[in-house]
């Protein structure tokens, strides 16, 4: 299995993101779904980290992440969609993942990746509304729609921030059209650490979690 390209690991996981999204609004929009994977179109890993608000204090990342939130018009489908994409890795973070490493041990992140990677390509072929929902993106990543989330994530983290998106950095038509092609040519058998149970009941609960943490913080 491949998990580099250009020297960036890529992250077949974003059908975790799509069930999360359409759990939360099952007829979302195409802007609403590409928004959901936008974010990770950060190249940079230490600028990801920053803009997924990973640099912070695990009990300060829903707060900062409610005021990033304030600064975006949660009435477009894509801002609400990367909002909800920060939101699940947060959840995500600091409950699979930190298991993980800590089961795992030293040495984790590649074995990390690969099941991630498994585990969002059996959904894709296993679950027909990821399927789709995979087409809507990937139709939408054509026509350049959804593409202002990471835009506007990144310009609420970083001020003046002079990368110029699509080239230098954030190129989601480019991340969601590989992963989508990624996702059809292999078909592997279900995850041993994140297996098909397991991730329903994360997006379950995750899609849950997201309508009250808007609640809470009045968004």
Not at 75 to 86: C, I, K
Not at 153 to 160: D, L, R
């Amino acid at each position: 299995m491949q998990f580099f390209r250009n020297g960036v690991f890529v992250m077949p996981s974003h059908s975790i993101h799509l069930l999360v999204a359409y759990n939360f609004e099952p007829n979302g929009s195409p802007e609403f779904y590409t928004g959901c994977i936008a974010p990770d179109a950060v190249r940079d890993r230490e600028d990801k980290d920053r803009t997924h608000l990973r640099d912070l204090p695990e009990h300060e990342r829903p707060g900062a992440l409610a005021g990033l939130a304030r600064k975006l018009d949660l009435s477009r489908g894509e801002n609400l969609g990367a909002v909800l994409h920060l939101y699940t890795d947060i959840l995500w973070d600091t409950s699979h993942l930190k298991r993980y490493i800590e089961s795992y041990g030293e040495g984790w992140f590649l074995p990390y990746r690969h099941e991630t990677a498994i585990a969002g390509a059996w959904m894709f072929h296993h679950m027909p509304h990821i399927r789709r929902l995979w087409e809507v993106v990937a139709d939408a990543a054509e026509k350049g729609i959804g593409f202002n989330a990471c835009k506007a994530v990144c310009e609420g983290v970083f001020p003046g921030c002079e990368k110029l998106c699509g080239t230098q950095c954030g190129d989601v038509r480019g991340m969601i059209l590989y992963n989508f092609n990624w996702n059809k040519t292999h078909n592997p058998e279900p995850s041993q650490a994140f297996p098909p149970s397991v991730i329903s009941e994360f997006a379950n609960h995750a899609a849950r979690s997201f309508a009250e943490f808007l609640k809470e913080y009045g968004l």
